[in-house]
């Protein structure tokens, strides 16, 4: 846990340090909906539910308007279920994901209004259980992301993308049911699959 406290900590760090001198800021709160996700675990299957995301994304533009670097919080309820012969009673949990992730996007300038986008991220997720019933989970988390900017004025935009998350699990790790009951993660998959999102974004500095 501390280890992933420091990278993210350090990545923070870096990314407000190199888009210190960036010709645009730009803040974009956002929502939108996550897709459902089932995977195979040991005699079974687990899944969460899809349901509406919400979150809040700050990126900054190099000068030659080509780059954009970007730190973003993004925060999706659920209900974690897991179904397995080794499990003595299917599960059924409701489960809150954190994601906090860093990135970098690669800039397709068409006009003064459209911009499209394309890029990665790094970060960290954190999956936990309100109720208490099981334990939470902090997991290294890579992703993809790609859309479209739509800019009314130089200060108001809109900004509609999809994101593909992928929380790294090992093959024959547990994500919320007991891990001593002999069931496990069968393959390696991804927790949350895909989500599609829109956001206004607001321009502080230019």
Same mark, same amino acid.
């Given at each position: 846990?501390? *280890?992933? *406290?420091?990278?993210? !900590?350090?990545?923070?760090?870096?990314?407000?340090?190199?888009?210190?001198?960036?010709?645009?800021?730009? +803040?974009?709160?956002?929502?939108?909906?996550?897709?459902?996700?089932?995977?195979?675990?040991? &005699?079974?299957?687990?899944?969460?539910? $899809?349901?509406?995301?919400? $979150?809040?994304?700050?990126?900054?533009?190099?000068?030659?308007?080509?780059?954009?670097?970007? !730190?973003?919080? #993004?925060?999706?309820?659920?209900?974690?279920?897991?179904?397995?012969?080794? *499990?003595?009673?299917?599960?059924?949990? /409701?489960?809150?994901?954190?994601?906090?992730?860093? &990135?970098?996007?690669?800039? !397709? #300038?068409?006009?003064?209004?459209?911009?499209?986008? $394309? &890029? +990665?991220?790094?970060?960290?997720?954190?999956?936990?259980?309100?109720?208490?019933?099981?334990?939470?989970?902090?997991?290294?988390?890579?992703?993809?992301?790609?859309?479209?900017?739509?800019?009314?004025?130089? /200060?108001?935009?809109? /900004?509609?993308?999809?994101? !593909?998350?992928?929380?790294?699990?090992?093959? &024959?790790?547990?994500?919320?049911?007991?891990?001593? =009951?002999?069931?496990?993660?069968?393959?390696?998959? =991804?927790?949350?699959? *895909?989500?599609?999102?829109?956001?206004?974004?607001?321009? +502080?500095?230019?």
């Amino acid at each position: 846990m501390r *280890l992933r *406290l420091l990278f993210l !900590l350090t990545s923070i760090s870096a990314f407000l340090g190199i888009n210190s001198n960036a010709q645009t800021f730009e +803040i974009t709160p956002f929502s939108g909906y996550t897709f459902p996700s089932s995977f195979d675990i040991t &005699g079974g299957t687990a899944r969460l539910e $899809g349901n509406a995301n919400w $979150g809040i994304n700050l990126g900054f533009i190099t000068p030659n308007n080509l780059t954009e670097f970007e !730190l973003s919080y #993004t925060y999706f309820g659920t209900n974690a279920k897991a179904s397995s012969v080794y *499990l003595l009673e299917d599960e059924n949990s /409701r489960a809150r994901l954190h994601f906090i992730m860093v &990135g970098a996007n690669r800039l !397709l #300038t068409i006009s003064d209004q459209v911009t499209f986008f $394309g &890029g +990665i991220k790094l970060g960290a997720s954190y999956l936990a259980f309100p109720d208490g019933e099981n334990p939470n989970s902090t997991k290294f988390t890579a992703g993809i992301q790609a859309g479209m900017r739509y800019y009314v004025s130089d /200060r108001i935009g809109f /900004r509609i993308q999809g994101n !593909l998350l992928l929380p790294f699990v090992s093959e &024959g790790g547990s994500l919320w049911w007991n891990p001593n =009951s002999g069931t496990s993660i069968s393959g390696w998959s =991804s927790i949350v699959p *895909l989500s599609l999102n829109a956001g206004v974004i607001i321009r +502080i500095k230019k």
